[in-house]
């Protein structure tokens, strides 16, 4: 009983399965690598917020001091001051405004 050969030989490895496996792998992995996110959203959100609070502290500050700095130039106070504290505010909302509307930076192109 021994000698008899099996009803059924084993089938040997297909070369196109091995080629369909590593395709698999490396898809998996290209998508691995697309999916993982590039930056932790902790630190983006907190680096975003720093720009914020740097946008509306620039323009507040910077605006206070141009106008105290015409006032002082020309007399004018306190409408030099006012103003330069007004146009501040302005820029620093424009530019947060900005910053909002761009879209995120996904980093490197992965293609």
């Known amino acids: 009983m021994s000698d008899e050969k099996p009803a059924r030989?084993?089938?040997?490895?297909?070369?196109r399965i091995d080629a369909l496996e590593?395709?698999?792998?490396?898809?998996?992995?290209?998508?691995?690598?697309r999916s993982r996110p590039q930056g932790t959203g902790a630190d983006?959100?907190?680096?975003?917020?720093n720009r914020v609070l740097a946008d509306l502290l620039?323009?507040?500050?910077?605006?206070?001091?141009i106008g105290w700095a015409v006032d002082?130039?020309?007399?004018?106070?306190?409408?030099?001051?006012?103003?330069?504290?007004?146009?501040g505010i302005v820029v620093a909302f424009r530019n947060v405004f900005r910053m909002a509307n761009t879209p995120p930076d996904d980093g490197p192109d992965q293609d």
């Open 58 to 65: 620039g323009g507040l500050l910077g605006g206070t001091v």
């Open 22 to 33: 590593a395709r698999l792998k490396a898809a998996r992995e290209r998508e691995e690598q």
């Open 9 to 15: 030989e084993p089938i040997a490895e297909d070369a």
């Open 44 to 49: 983006a959100n907190y680096r975003s917020g």
């Open 72 to 87: 002082a130039l020309f007399g004018t106070a306190p409408w030099g001051l006012l103003v330069g504290l007004f146009l």
